[in-house]
């Protein structure tokens, strides 16, 4: 995933709390980069950006599953929300997203979808985009998977939908089907990722267990399997996957007051993590298209829209259920290392501090009461609450 360019922001974020047990500090970033985080002055510094005033720092939501442009839209345009914003994205607290499509795989989709990672990436937010949906059609870019992974700017990976309403290849054919598209991807120099998208019954699970068995073991850290809330039997699968050497994923979209027998995102992750080993390659996603929620009804059709705010919303309830720090590994730190240049390697290393010299600015600013109140990327920051709410800053 590429960080976007310039124009970058500069200047200093004044009086940030690091950890409930420390001081506050100040955070100084030139050309989009951390410089220097230093004892808060008592004083303003002259290029201030903006003053905290003691509110909390949090990593900024990695989002690997989200309908960038727009989602839905099976039943024709009336069901299709319009495509998501940088600033819809930077408003529900997430800073890099994952753009997937689904029922709208219709003829183009692919070339929608990557249109709108464009348009993100030009508001200041980090974007990338699976190629393949759900459905009969590929929702490629090129016409073919395997060259929109190797050669599109933009792409990120493949999707796989083991569902009933997708035309599925057996884990075999789909094992050399990766192995294939990886070593053409790497003869252009890049690392694709592939998002394996489950259906409702526990046999797709199966499904997906059978093909990451057949997987080299090296290969297995390049997939993130999604939509492991489905039911407890999913959870359980969630695990054998887990121990595969693959990414789990659970959607916040995926609630039982919409899908009955499933579970919350928070509510799995409180079932799965006391098995797992490791804390490591466990993210929530929002499967969102961003729509404000509401049932839309004409005749006889009737579509769930998603908001993108939902994922923040789990967030906070994952975070007052299993601690901030769990919180901020699985919806920040783990995608992060999914999504990094070297998702093979097994160094464990881990920064605990969101901020540190050297690397992007990106991150999040907390009241007390963990609310929202800017979002910081390399090239914006974003005001949420207060004086100029909804303005860019510097």
């Known amino acids: 995933m590429r960080t976007p360019t310039a124009p970058t922001i500069s200047g200093t974020v004044a ?7 420390e001081g506050l500090v100040d955070i100084v970033i030139r050309r989009g980069r951390i410089v220097e985080v230093a004892e808060a002055s008592p004083r303003a510094p002259s290029d201030l950006l903006f003053d905290a005033s003691g509110a909390r720092v949090s990593p900024g939501l990695i989002d690997l599953h989200c309908h960038l442009s727009g989602g839905g839209g099976a039943f024709g345009p009336v069901s299709r929300p319009q495509p998501l914003s940088a600033d819809d994205l930077l408003r529900a607290g997430v800073t890099r997203a994952l753009g997937c499509i689904g029922r709208e795989a219709w003829e183009g989709a692919g070339q929608q979808m990557l249109r709108s990672v464009a348009a993100i990436e030009q508001g200041g937010v980090a974007a990338a985009m699976f190629t393949g949906g759900l459905g009969p059609l590929p929702a490629s870019v090129l016409g073919d998977h395997s060259l929109d992974v190797a050669l599109v700017a933009g792409v990120i990976g493949r999707k796989i939908a083991l569902d009933d309403d997708s035309p599925t290849a057996t884990p075999a054919e789909l094992r050399e089907e990766i192995v294939r598209e990886v070593a053409l991807a790497r003869d252009f120099g890049r690392v694709p990722r592939f998002m394996v998208h489950l259906g409702t019954d526990m046999r797709h699970a199966d499904a997906a267990i059978e093909l990451l068995t057949l997987l080299p073991r090296q290969l297995r ?3 993130v399997v999604t939509h492991l809330n489905w039911s407890r039997a999913h959870i359980g699968g969630a695990r054998e996957l887990h121990e595969l050497g693959c990414h789990v994923d ?4 995926i609630r039982p007051d919409t ?5 919350a995102a928070e509510e799995a992750l409180e079932a799965l993590l006391p098995v797992l080993r490791s804390e490591d390659r466990v993210s929530v996603s929002s499967d969102s298209n961003g729509a404000t929620s509401h049932r839309l009804e004409t005749g006889l059709l009737q ?3 998603h908001p993108i705010g939902m994922l923040a919303d789990c967030y906070q ?10 919180a901020d590994r699985v919806f920040c730190r783990n995608p992060a290392r999914f999504l990094s240049e070297d998702p093979v390697s097994d160094d464990d290393a881990r920064d605990d501090l969101v901020c540190a010299p ?6 999040l600013l907390r009241d007390h009461e963990s609310r929202l109140i800017a979002a ?7 005001r949420m609450a207060g004086e100029g709410a909804g303005h860019d800053i510097g």
């Open 15 to 21: 009086g940030v709390r690091r950890r409930d047990d």
């Open 221 to 223: 850290r390049l997939v």
């Open 250 to 253: 659970m959607t916040a979209a």
């Open 259 to 263: 899908f009955a027998g499933s579970y």
């Open 303 to 305: 579509v769930e829209h």
């Open 317 to 326: 309830r994952a975070a007052s259920r299993l601690g901030r720090r769990l």
């Open 358 to 363: 050297g690397a992007d600015a990106e991150f």
């Open 376 to 382: 910081v990327v390399p090239r914006r920051l974003l």
